[in-house]
Antibody, heavy 120, light 108 residues
């Protein structure tokens, strides 16, 4: 059974940092591109970042470019999102998602999400 | 960047109704469009990919159509489990992915 389990969320002050993790199981993690998607309270889904299967290629939404870094450890079957210089508008539930298909843009499995709250 | 819009933003319907949600892209995305269902407090669930392909395990009352810039999601006979928010998402490029703002389907 495919499972994605996020962790690392919590309360952080503006300007602070946080690292999210997404532990994958039930599939060959090293064969799949992965994404982070976030959802502010009461709002819609927003794509954040993606990484290719070996970690050599990444992309970011303009709103997080230069502040967030996506990475992965295929030996540990784990995806990461390092978030620096956090702002109030980064407050959201962060989901990791497995990708497949054309441009690796079909998100077929999602984690349960981890809440990040940026507030003083 | 490609922008996505959805209409309506909210839809009130009854069990058994035929429901149609429209999604439009700001430029052509061929058939690279997916639909997701999300219930409160839960992760999104993939329903339709490549505009009209039904994801494994998804009931056949869900269907998708369209290409280019205009797409539709249809639920042929709304069931109690279908009351949720629906999002479209374009994946025309490897480096940018955009969701629509969502359509909430609630009970009339």
């Amino acid at each position: 059974e495919v499972q994605l389990v996020e962790s690392g969320g919590g309360l952080v002050q503006p300007g602070g940092s946080l690292r999210l993790s997404c532990a994958a199981s039930g599939f060959t993690f090293s064969s799949y591109w992965m994404h982070w998607v976030r959802q502010a309270p009461g709002k819609g889904l927003v794509w954040v970042s993606r990484i290719n299967s070996d970690g050599s290629s990444t992309s970011y939404a303009d709103s997080v470019k230069g502040r967030f870094t996506i990475s992965r450890d295929n030996a540990k079957n784990t995806l990461y999102l390092q978030m620096n210089s956090l702002r109030a508008e980064d407050t959201a539930v962060y989901y990791c998602a497995r990708a497949r298909g054309y441009s690796y843009g079909e998100f077929d499995y999602w984690g349960q999400g981890t809440l990040v709250t940026v507030s003083s | 960047d490609i922008q996505m819009t959805q209409s309506p933003s909210t839809l009130s319907a009854s069990v058994g109704d035929r429901v149609t949600i429209t999604c439009r892209a700001s430029q052509s995305i061929s058939s690279w469009l997916a639909w997701y269902q999300q219930k409160p407090g839960k992760a999104p669930k993939l329903l339709i990919y490549k505009a009209s392909s039904l994801e494994s395990g998804v009931p056949s009352r869900f269907s998708g159509s369209g290409s280019g810039t205009e797409f539709t999601l249809t639920i042929s006979s709304l069931q109690p489990d279908d009351f949720a928010t629906y999002y479209c998402q374009q994946y025309n490029s490897y480096s940018r992915f955009t969701f629509g703002p969502g359509t909430k389907v609630d009970i009339k």
